[in-house]
Every structure is written in structure tokens, then in C-alpha cells.
């Protein structure tokens, strides 16, 4: 059997501190702290411990070639530990499933650094809202209480500023200033399915192509790009949008066209819904809801294993969902944007991996329910819609 190391790892010496209660009771302090090796590795789902043995053995060999142990191993039984975590990668073909995880890591071209905080930063199984609820970080005043001030809103430097005129608003300032995030939508009123269109054509299609050659096409669109790439696609949730049969689409940002993908059956999509927003209730009554779900190796074919390709995708997202606002806005339709979202289960539903492309957003748009029954921030009260 041949190894090589697999090809992102990063080590954290970790410190967990138990009490004894008994020595607590009796006023002697007794904090006992526990120090352990965890290492983080893009491929696999969660930290995996690491004794010292294991922890020098994965510094001493290859990640980039295949090495042949000794025989007999010394290391054998760490060795084996260690494939069977998968933090040693084996070419034998049992062991093929961590290989192929590995292998599309390194081939869509991560840096190191992002690619174990992108996998680890992923959730799963999250309910973000009864989380905050129980720790007291539902409201304004919850969070004041349990974490104390945050820092100033504004933190002027010494000095005199000079003043700026103040035009008088026009139209685009109103339009601006009406955009809110909407945590009440309507749910007996259906998104017009060319209302629908018109946002997306506004903010994710495509009006123009520069191809250098067949296989080399850059697009141009409403939203800018990190390296004009382009790399985030869409992906739309029909809950309750007129004309369209309730599931997944694939959005066509070139044809301005949707592909029906396979879905769950519809009376679960609004528990699915729900699950991939975390549990956000108000988010997964919107009757649209849009997916932003970059293909990282189109911007890492570019920026390849690059501190800042993942930076510059992430801002991608922001400036579509500020686009999808904007638009939405101009319609009289509300709109949010929430990261808190669970991505393995919306990458299952999409059929992507999360690690060539995988869901970093999630948008909705729809009507903006006569009642507020979930906070929201508009101090000015603009309504739209
Ligand atoms: C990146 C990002 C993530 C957000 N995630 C959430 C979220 O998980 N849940 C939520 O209720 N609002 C979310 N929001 C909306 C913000 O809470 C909202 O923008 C903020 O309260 C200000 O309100 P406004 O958008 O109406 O001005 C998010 C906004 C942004 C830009």
C-alpha cells in the first residue's frame, strides 16, 4: 500500500477544561485543563484528535507524491489510523472515496487556509433560531444584556470634519431608502412568474459574452466580479411562483431560461425550506427563493490556491444580493438575504459538492405580508409593495 498526506491539514492545539465539583464544593478551585491535538482538513466533515505519533508521522510525509511504507511498518498501527480517519490518503481501492474527495479539493485549486475554513464553516442540521433564543441573542435588548455594549455605531477620529452638502432626494434615493429585509411575506399571494423574470434579468443575466475561444467565454452582467469570472450561479425554489410547477430550477444566465431540476415532492418543500434556512420560519414563507451558489473553481482556474480568490467569490454573493434588493425594491417587492443557512443539506438538494461549486446565500423575494409579526428594521417605516 502506498500513502501521501492529504492535501489541506491544519493543526490546533486545543485546551478543554473540566471541574471537579466535589473540590468546587468544598472552595478550592479545580479547573483541570485537558491539551490535545485536532487537525482541520478541507475533505473531511469534522476535526478528527491526533496523538503526537500521528501528529510527526503527517509531517513527515508527501502530500504531492505517493510513498511506499516499510516493510516492516513501525508506524504501522498509526498509519492505519490515520487512512482510516482520512487524513492519510491510500492508493489501494478501498480507500477511494477520500481520494476522490481529496483529489477535487486540490484540483479546483484552494488555498490551504480558505478551503478548511469554507468546509468547517459549513452547517448541518442547524436551527440557528432556537440556538439564539436559547442563549438570549434574539432581541436588541438580549443581546445587550448577555454580551454588554458593542462598540459605537460611529467612532469619530479627533478632529474637525467638513461638512458635505445634502442633495434634495430624488427618485433613485427613494428607491433606496425603501429597501428593508422583509421577515414578513404574504403567503396566500404568489409571485407573478414575470416578476420573477425581470429580477433575475436585472441582476443575474447576462447581456453580453467576450469569447476568446469556444471554450474560453467571459460574461458580462449587471453585477460586478471578482476577475470578471462570474463564478456564482442561481438556483431558484419555487414555493408558490404563478406558472411554474413548485421545486428546483437551474438558471440559464446566458438563455434567460429555467431548467426544472429533480425535486422533492411539494408538500415537503416548505419543510425543506425551512431546514435550509436554519429554521428562519419568516424567510421560508417567501414564495421565491434564490440560491447564490458560486462555482469556485471557475475563480480559482484564475486565482489558483490564491489568500484571496475565496474573498473576492463571498463578495460576489454580496453584490448580487444587494442587486436582487435593489430590484426587488423597484418592483414594490420584498426581499432578504441570509447566510445562516444550512449548506450541506441545500448542496445535497442542488446535487453539488460544496467544494466545486456550493451554496454561500440565500435570497427570497415576494409580497410583503398587510401584518408585521416578525421584527424588522425600518425605523423610517418606509413600506414598499
Ligand atoms: C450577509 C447578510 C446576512 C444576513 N443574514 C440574516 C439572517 O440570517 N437572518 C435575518 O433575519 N436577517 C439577515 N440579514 C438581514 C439583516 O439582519 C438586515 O440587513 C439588518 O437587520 C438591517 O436591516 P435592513 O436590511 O432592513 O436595513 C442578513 C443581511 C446580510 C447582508
Known sequence: MRVRRCTHVVLEP????????????????????????????????GPVAVDEAARDLLGSISARRWSERPQPDPHAATVSALVECGLLLADTTGHHGMRDRDETLRDANWWS?????????????????SDMRAQGLDTATGLRATLGPPPPSVLPLAGLYQPLPQQGADAFDQLLANRATCRN???DKPLELPLLA??????VMAHAEVRIDPETVFLKKNVPSGGGLHPTETWLLALRVEGLAPGFYHYHPVQHALLPRPSPAPETLAELARRMLSGQEWFADAPALL?????????FWKYRNHAKA????????????QAIYTSATAAGLASFVTAAINEEEVDRALGVDGAGQGAVAIC?????????????FDPPRHRPG
Request: aromatic share 10%; glycine share 6%.
Open 185 to 187: 411575506f404574504d403567503q
Open 310 to 321: 475565496y474573498r473576492a467569490v463571498l463578495l460576489d454573493v454580496g453584490h448580487i444580493s
Open 364 to 376: 427570497g423575494v415576494g409580497w410583503r405580508a398587510a401584518e408585521q409579526v416578525t421584527a424588522e
Open 113 to 129: 487556509l480558505t478551503a478548511i475554513a469554507h468546509r468547517h464553516s459549513r452547517w448541518a442540521g442547524v436551527d440557528s433560531v
Open 291 to 299: 440560491i447564490l451558489a458560486p462555482r469556485f473553481e471557475r475563480s
Open 198 to 203: 425581470q429580477l433575475l434579468q436585472r441582476t
Open 14 to 45: 486545543r485546551e478543554s477544561v473540566s471541574f471537579d465539583i466535589a473540590a468546587l464544593l468544598r472552595g478550592r478551585a479545580a479547573a483541570d485543563s485537558r491539551f490535545e491535538w485536532v487537525a482541520f482538513a478541507s475533505h473531511l466533515d
